[in-house]
């Protein structure tokens, strides 16, 4: 098999794939929790600026969902066909808002009519929310396993049984880890008695995310199989979690010395240590089969060609630094406190 | 109804209605380049005020683009995992150029776009407006590159069997310049310049014919008269040379596009007609030994027939092939002879005399739209019954575990939702459009003092 950088193919794609996921969660991760916290905004103005923080960058910060599942598609189909027809039903409810979002921030401000604005408000409250929270909850289903038999044929529930205890913690965790990186995101762009409401919110929003993380954790210790094994096994990841921790304390500690960037910095870091420790656990394996191991989709069963996969980290090598200038340009122009003209939404 | 057809109608719904969109960013954005370099040259006001004008259009569609263009890069997972895991390998590099080189440039720069004009220099505002433009024509090159590849594949073997079959690349350029790529992807573009010159065309030619915002109407007009000409005269070039294209590496195909069942015979060239599929026989008006003229220059040469192939190797829908390709060739047809007409008139210094012409040109919005979805669905149900020509059929490349209830339940979520977004596609539009360019109302002279 061909490595570079004495990796084999399959695990560089692996990382490549994982480091799109965790810039399409923390990018989006403040666009979703923005857009969570839309009712609890009670002002037009202030749900208009709210919109308007994420106004320029939310089309841009989507193109790490479209990467991301491309990236999929392209280095494991398998993983790709086999995740999105088991779980066909949450992804499609998945895109339905997406859309939905999208016409709202389009739409929303489009008119006056109280009735219209209130209308898209709650379509983009629910939107967002959902979104965030079905996000988690197919990631919970992923690490449970699905059940899958020879040939990687998938004869689990096809309706509701995504819906499980676990992967409804998961989904919280999800929405709520969203939502503080959302009300942070907005306090880095707002001013005055909206700014003042915000941190009120925050405060909420932490206190939601540290309880349901920490349920999350004890349950994932306590009642996943196998989680403690690949510990005993490589003990030097066991800094993840604990960086991860550490990242969760400090958040609430810069958050009260008014220190957004760095608490921003430091949520974003929550969600990379996290799913890190995701793909730590799974590894090599991208969906765990519950009916015998040996069905399970693993990297090195699920991917493409050698071939195809160095043709496409050639392209990443030259695509990468191009995306990273276009971001660093776009975030640059954008920079500081929202200011509403004829352009806005 | 079953999973296969459920799963069909699903990707035809959803795609033919993303389809709408992508053409009109690309063409309006390609004339919006224009615009925006014409003020940076000339420095006035009018172009800016186009620029900007257009530019609203543009978000509108563009956003409704993206959003739609999404479903499909996941809908291929979702509805067709045996066909994605067969592709893949092929796909994949396609795809990874897509998003990193075209759909990150396009949308990154959006936002300086629409929300930069205060924020950033005219000059790198324009530099936004290329990138965007380029980077949607970029994303028709990609996506299309994959949809000739599932029409004439090359540069890939098969590995496995069975479930486990699937292509793999062994010569990434001659993947990507597969047989018809060339002429496919020069084809949309054009196809995408029509719709967006027509859009500009018709919105200009109905302010004139109500007196509003006359100068720089016209301005507009001739702008996107002169790209609608050109383009209209090259896409008969490109439409030919990707019919030989057919004729070469999909037979059975372009037998359909004219109905043309003889195992052996000269082909005619139809201008209408109708396809009796019981019979076997066509009734319309046409040129006897055409289609075999056009292909090999010569009436009498023989061209092989649907009844040259076996009977599952061949369309099953040979009328609505021929339908949809006859509309959209009848449409280029016309285009070529109103945008001449209407350059003619332009040169005798009449063009904006006649109104019916205008009148003309106000409703002609609509036809490329009906060129470019005929043209893809003569495309996609002329392939049939394979989804990779000569590989993988259609009947075996949907998801096996989905059952037909999950689709009805998705397929209804999208009429519900794709009915509410067109309606306010519609509906923005319509109110953009009668706000206008600049407001006369508040200021009527405004504009006069800028010429």
Known sequence: ?345 | MDVEILARIQFAFTVAFHYIYPPLSIGIGLIMVIFEGLYLKTGKKEYEILTRFWLKIFAITFGIGVATGIIMEFEFGTNWSVYSKYVGDIFGSALAAEGLFAFGLESTFLGILIFGWNRVSPKVHFISTIGVFLGSMFSAVWIVVANSWQQTPAGYHIVGEGLNARAEVTDFWAMVFNPSSVDRIIHVWQGAFLAGAFMILSVHAYYLLKGRYVEVSKKAFKIALSVATIISLTQLVSGHSSADGVAVNQPAKLAAMEGHYETSAAADLYLFGWVDQASKTVTGIGIPGGLSFLVHQDFNEPIAGLNAFPEDEIPTQVNAVFQFYHIMISIGMFFIGLTLYASYLWWRGKLFDKKWLLKIFAFSVLLPQIANQAGWFAAEMGRQPWVVYGHLKTSQAFSQEVSANQILFSLILFFVVYAILFLLFLYSLNKKIKHGPYDESENPNEFLKYT
Do not use: C
């Open chain 1, 1 to 345: 098999m061909e490595t570079f950088l004495g990796i084999d193919y399959p695990t560089l794609w692996y990382l490549v794939v994982g480091l799109l996921f965790s810039g399409y969660a923390i990018l989006e991760g403040f666009d979703y929790g923005a857009g969570a916290w839309h009712l609890f905004l009670k002002k037009d103005i202030s749900r208009r600026i709210a919109i308007n923080a994420i106004g320029p960058l939310w089309d841009a910060n989507q193109v790490w969902l479209i990467i991301g599942g491309g990236a999929l598609f392209a280095g494991f189909p398998v993983m790709y066909a086999t995740m999105l027809s088991a779980m066909y039903i949450p992804f499609m409810l998945f895109l339905m808002l997406l859309v939905l979002r999208s016409a709202a921030i389009k739409f929303r401000s489009a008119e006056e009519m109280k009735w219209w604005r209130k209308t898209w408000d709650i379509i983009y409250f629910t939107s967002n929310t959902l979104i965030a929270f079905l996000l988690g909850v197919v990631l919970g289903n992923v690490l449970q396993g699905f059940e899958l038999h020879e040939n990687f044929i998938y004869k689990g529930g096809i309706f509701f049984a995504f819906l499980n205890p676990y992967s409804l913690m998961v989904g919280f965790t999800t929405l709520s880890i969203f939502m503080t990186q959302g009300a942070i995101f907005l306090l880095l762009k707002t001013e005055g008695k909206l700014h003042d409401r915000l941190s009120f919110l925050l405060k909420r929003g932490m206190v939601f995310f540290i309880v349901s993380f920490a349920v999350t954790s004890f349950y994932t210790l306590t009642y996943l199989h196998g989680v403690t094994d690949k510990f005993k096994e490589q003990p030097i990841f066991f800094a993840l979690p604990i960086l991860a921790f550490l990242a969760v304390a400090n958040v609430p500690r810069l958050v009260s010395k008014k220190k957004y960037f760095y608490a921003l910095v430091f949520s974003s870091l929550i969600m990379a240590f996290l799913l890190m420790l995701v793909a730590f656990q799974l590894y090599p394996v991208l969906l765990p089969s519950t009916i015998n191991p040996e069905y399970s989709v693993t990297i090195y069963n699920a991917a493409s060609s050698q071939k195809s996969l160095g043709i496409m980290l050639t392209i990443v090598l030259i695509g990468a630094p191009l995306l990273a200038f276009y971001f660093l340009f776009l975030y640059k122009t954008f920079n500081g406190k929202v200011e509403l003209d004829d352009t806005s939404y």
